[in-house]
């Protein structure tokens, strides 16, 4: 952890001098402006992601301090209004766009609203990791578990599915309502990850069934769960973005983060750029960055998001996750089943599924 | 005859000929072969569509009152191939409304069987789409649905190219060897000619011998044909010089003779002697002399080259002149020389010299052989000339043997043997007919009449 914080020390020095002339917070906490050095006819480049500002802007001044000539803009939105907003024809089109709902980037793609970038980091980029030259996940972030210490004394800690499961059948009593996960109806993530969890194994139901039996709490976002475990009103969380936990994880020692030994779901963010990009120039150019070793060396060191680059090791690097776990790494994959999560009846078969294994053992338990 | 530069090659044309439609066929070939490979793609990659397509419909059922699918995500990934290509599914009622999928596709009318395939444009993507007509296995809900799906052509691109470049290497394969066997055929086959020509070539200039060599038929012809020239020319050789050797021999005789009495003249001392023999040499060199331009008139028209001017003449002004010339010698003679011609002019194409010269050798030829009386007659319709007499005539047997050189209708008489061979090329040359019958058949002696007939194309 001490070597993140002092190259970040450094940044903060680079990003005082910037933030004297440029940096500019409008639009609420939405908006990151960095405008560029020479005004006059700089070109520009706006982002729309559906990342925390907090963690876009490592990157982005990076970004700003190697191509200080371009005026750039990020706009934080949710994962729906930025589809939406793509979509919408009245709406001037953004350079980049970059989200972690991969199905919704996916669909964009695979409609061919994205265009090729054809950079030597966009094509030594790895095939899992993108779609076409069209679609790159840049993160590489594991779904964990996360517990207490305290709460589970006594107990084998869950560091699998197979574990959790045998977990909450046998302290049913002493979990019940001490479990959290995502909420798959209201939540995009949650519900993406019960279809890959589905599609990994049909044992997942009987998981489904265990956590109704302990009558889990269902949650919106990570930072609910890690919230609701930091102040001990839950004892486990299952389906915790990793990118989150982890430094949540590191700053409260009473709790545990597990990636799951037998498979952990690895989710990452997708970058496209539309083809209605008003400035494809340097929108490449700064895809073209986050691709690069530099851009990445900045995710490893200053994001908890987790680099892809092959040639970066470190703590949460795709490298580093593939050696530690070896084939329990399931990276959800950047293909057309993608498409399947989308589709409104299988959500509504799915769903159902889920429901009636939710409810199974409280229904015909005492 | 040495090759010009502008002279059109037989080898070039053979080539031409056949490796310009062996070009095209390739061509031709080529295409054909890009459209299989483009068949075979596509129906490879129709495979895909049609199982995705019925793992798809496999997933629909009715529920709650309406069509139900639980879309399997690896029907989705079967319709992508390495090529990653971009897919979209459907799923309609029998009433062509939109269920689910995440895309609208349209629908294929045409065509048979549960599946069909069609390309599309769509969204400025070029698809390849497949709809499966199925219905719900039910045991009364029998209700029809379409399963469309779709996919670009990606893949099928990629997949054609590939097949497509391996036929293309077999191909170019192929034509490099048929080239090349083309060349090596023509020149085998043209090898013949070439031979030929050397053989002709190699040959001494003055021999006529005919070619023996042995060649393909269609140049055994051409060997046939030239051993007939050859054949036609030893001929022509052996009959000039035959004429040579008779020439010099008709010469030497008379010149001997002279010799001889100048010899005997001068043994004697008699004065009157000397004039008698005079008289005779003067007569011998006067018919040397006569031989001599008769030998000279033949050459004249036996050479093909010489190309005499003619023009339309009065047949009637010849028949006088050649009376009027011949009429001292034949009245020492004692012969009635006579001329009928009609009291206008008869006009003809012809060399003037020619018909006199033929007209003048007539009147001596009958003068010489006994005649006594000669009719010179211009005719019309057709366009004759005549000369007649009534000499004893010349038997049918010798008729066409008398227009030879050198043969003279009665050994020892005083003709050159030249004369009726004169009018006959005179003849020949004027495309007239010569025709010799008997003057009045049924007496004796029956006299000959010596006609020239000249017919329509009768111009020289």
Not at chain 2, 412 to 434: E, T
Request: hydrophobic share 40%; with cysteine; glycine share 6%.
């Amino acid at each position: 952890m001490t070597a993140p914080y002092r190259s970040l020390a450094r940044w903060a020095a680079a990003l005082a001098g910037m933030m004297l002339s440029a940096m500019a917070l409008a639009d609420g906490a939405h908006v990151l402006r960095y405008t560029a050095d020479h005004e006059a006819n700089a070109p520009s480049l706006e982002i729309h992601g559906a990342l925390d500002n907090g963690l876009m802007a490592p990157l982005l001044a990076d970004f700003h301090a190697r191509y200080p000539d371009i005026d750039l803009t990020y706009r934080n939105l949710t994962t729906l209004t930025l589809y939406r907003r793509f979509l919408s024809e009245d709406e001037a089109s953004a350079d980049v766009v970059m989200s972690s709902a991969m199905p919704w980037q996916y669909q964009l793609a695979n409609r061919g609203h994205a265009q090729a970038l054809t950079t030597p980091a966009a094509r030594q980029w790895p095939q899992a990791s993108r779609w076409r030259h069209e679609l790159f996940g840049f993160t590489f972030e594991p779904v964990v578990i996360v517990y207490r210490r305290d709460a589970l004394e006594g107990a084998t800690p869950p560091d699998s599915h197979e574990a959790l499961l045998s977990l909450l059948t046998r302290e049913r009593q002493r979990l019940k309502g001490r479990v959290v996960t995502y909420d798959p109806w209201r939540s995009g993530a949650g519900y993406t990850y019960a279809t890959e969890d589905a599609y990994m194994s049909p044992r997942y139901w009987e998981l489904v069934a265990a956590l109704g039996g302990v009558e889990a709490e269902l949650a919106d976002t990570t930072g609910e769960m890690l919230d609701g475990l930091a102040e001990g009103r839950y004892a486990v969380g299952y389906n915790l973005l990793g990118s989150y936990a982890r430094d949540f994880v590191a700053d409260h020692p009473q709790l545990e983060m597990v990636i799951p030994s037998d498979y952990a779901l690895v989710t990452q963010r997708l970058v496209l750029i539309p083809k209605r990009a008003p400035h494809p120039k340097t929108a490449e150019r700064f895809v073209d960055y986050l691709l690069s070793r530099q851009g990445q060396q900045v995710i490893r060191d200053k994001t908890p998001l987790g680099a892809v680059h092959t040639a970066l090791e470190g703590e949460g690097t795709a490298r580093d996750l593939r050696k530690t776990l070896g084939d329990a790494i399931h990276p959800i994959a950047i293909d057309p089943s993608l498409l399947a999560t989308l589709d409104t009846l299988k959500r509504h078969s799915l769903l159902e599924r889920w429901q009636r294994e939710y409810t199974r053992l409280s229904d015909s338990g005492p | 005859m040495s090759p010009s530069v502008n002279s059109p090659s037989l080898y070039r044309r053979l080539l031409i000929w056949l490796l310009v439609p062996m070009l095209a066929l390739g061509t031709l070939m080529l295409v054909q072969s890009y459209l299989a490979s483009r068949d075979t793609a596509d129906r490879a990659f129709d495979r895909l569509l049609e199982s995705a397509s019925l793992s798809i419909a496999e997933q629909v059922k009715r529920q709650q009152g309406q069509l139900w699918m639980d879309l399997p995500p690896a029907a989705l990934k079967m319709l992508a191939s390495n090529a990653e290509e971009r897919v979209f599914y459907a799923l309609y009622d029998a009433h062509d409304n939109f269920i689910s999928g995440n895309a609208e596709l349209p629908r294929i009318d045409n065509g048979q069987g549960s599946m069909r395939f069609t390309n599309i444009q769509w969204h400025d993507m070029a698809l390849r789409l497949g709809v499966r007509r199925s219905q719900l296995e039910g045991w009364r809900d029998r209700q029809p649905f379409e399963v469309r799906v779709a996919h670009t052509r990606e893949g099928r691109e990629a997949l054609t190219q590939t097949l497509f470049q391996g036929s293309m290497l077999r191909l170019i394969a192929m034509a490099m060897l048929a080239i090349g066997v083309v060349l090596l055929g023509v020149r085998m086959a043209l090898m013949p000619l070439t031979r030929l020509r050397r053989a002709i070539r190699a040959r001494d200039p003055r021999t006529l011998a005919p070619l023996d060599l042995t060649l393909p038929r269609e140049l055994a012809e051409l060997r046939e044909t030239l051993n007939d020239l050859l054949a036609r020319m030893r001929r022509v050789r052996a009959n000039q010089e035959r004429f040579i050797g008779d020439a010099s021999h008709q010469l030497r005789t008379p010149l001997a003779g002279l010799s001889a009495r100048a010899e005997l003249a001068l043994r004697q001392d008699d004065p009157r002697a000397w004039h008698d023999a005079l008289g005779v040499m003067r007569g011998s060199a006067d018919k040397t002399a006569r031989l001599a331009s008769q030998l000279l008139s033949l050459t004249r028209l036996n050479n093909p080259e010489s190309m005499p001017e003619a023009r339309d003449i009065d047949l009637c002004d010849i028949a006088r002149q050649a009376v009027r010339d011949a009429l001292t010698s034949c009245h020492r003679a004692g012969i009635d020389l006579g001329v009928e011609t009609p009291s206008h002019a008869v006009i003809q194409h012809a060399v003037e010299w020619q018909i006199a010269e033929a007209l003048a050798n007539l009147i001596d030829n009958a003068s010489r052989y006994g005649a006594s009386r000669i009719t010179v007659r211009v005719g019309e319709n057709p366009m004759r000339l005549e000369v007649e007499d009534d000499g004893p005539g010349i038997p049918e047997a010798q008729r066409l043997l008398v227009l030879r050189p050198f043969h003279r209708g009665m050994e020892g008489n005083q003709g050159s043997g030249l004369g009726l061979a004169i009018v006959d090329g005179i003849a020949r040359a004027h495309a007239a007919r010569l025709t010799l019958v008997p003057a009045r058949p049924n007496a004796e002696p029956p006299g000959l009449r010596v006609r020239l007939h000249f017919t329509e194309e009768s111009t020289p």
